[in-house]
């Protein structure tokens, strides 16, 4: 009888593709998925998942977790199988080296590289003002630059607009403009937050509508969850309605993390989102697991600037609505700063546990396979990543076995609980075919993981 590198039995599984759940047995051999059947099959290796849900890997579409090790093994512990990096306008320039430094030392999970406008392309072309456009003969550079990044294997471009509010939206759209001619996605952090976010968001429709790049618009809550998401949503549904290539991901936190040096903290922050210096909590560093004071605030500002400060600035029943629309896919926005163990941001390690307990289990606003797809189908599409995302023959066995009924965040932020604290009801995950998280268990020397590398090639009508 033919025997299969590894099995898994009686599992639930969902296909997002075909929007079915049943129950069978999956056999995969040499890192893909090679067999789905209720046949008795036998592998060299069996799990029994028992009738728990069996689906695609999570894919987690924005994340700044970058080749850091501990943040890999936090992800891999929530389900996450392949993340994208270089969000938000930062990340490794030179992804040659980044992806060649991965395949030689290994890595828990799947790695795709944006390449990163606001910090890296513009520190490279000399443009380090971040409240000043680029000079022309800059963005010539940048231009060259972002070429190179495809070659290397990007697989698109992010911004972080509201880091460099200096940039032009001239420069904004030359940089688009060659994402667009090879259909390279384009994620953007827009330029600001709160209601004058709303105006940000038609800026980043506008990327698409002058260039037909598909646009990304990351961590929707963050931008906008303050009192304004339904008016957000407003302005995306018309969007996507009229044809336009936009979509957007969006996390299961009402509080967001980022680096206390940068533009998101200057003066008049705290007045835009109705905080004060207590809505404040320091998650890296010195002061990690303390509310901010007017002073700890001004230190942090002034010599601390890669510190991480976490912000309370949105409304809680705005991280539910962001993700109920259809185009909207679940992202962590995880491992900013590379936090430390026992520091950083509950979504670190809990945002994929989260969303299942949440919008599937407690509240019931999506269905199980509708939350399945928004994790793995979804992304892969927006990537082009043909064999992830999907439960079928062929495709990259990066899969996850988890228990709906038990399935729990038991991250906190920091001061409160532990933000890597690891789920519960994730029994299993497997990243090409390879167990790294057994009986829930972190595997530390499992590092089957490969750069995810895009090719460069003209975008065709198709
Ligand atoms: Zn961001």
Redesign the pocket.
Known sequence: MHEFDLIIKNGTLVDPEKRRITVGHLGISGGKIAAITREDIRGRHEIDAGLAIVCPGFIDI?A?VDGYLYAAQCMVRQGVTTSVGG???FGPLDLQSFFDGLERDGFPLNQAMLIGHSFTLREKAGAVDPYAPATPEQVDCMLSLLEEAFDQGAIGL?F?L??APGTSFDEVLALSQVAARYGKLIAV?TRTDSWPGLGALKEAVRITEFTGAPVQV??LV??VGMGMMIQALEILDRAVRDGLDVAADSGMYHA?A?FIGSPVYDEGCLEKWGCDYGDLFVATGKYAGQRCTREIYQELRANYKNDVVVAFACREAEVYQALLPGYVMVST?GA?GSPQPGTGHPQDSGTYPRFFQKMVREQGSLSLVEAVRRCTLLPAERLGLLNKGRLKIGADADIVIFNLDRITDRADYPGIGRPDAPPEGINYVLVNGEVVVENGRLLEHAKPGRPVRAVRRYWRWQ
């Open positions: 924005h700044h969000n938000c306008g992010s972080g509201e880091y952090h990351s961590h963050y931008q967001f980022t926005d900013v």
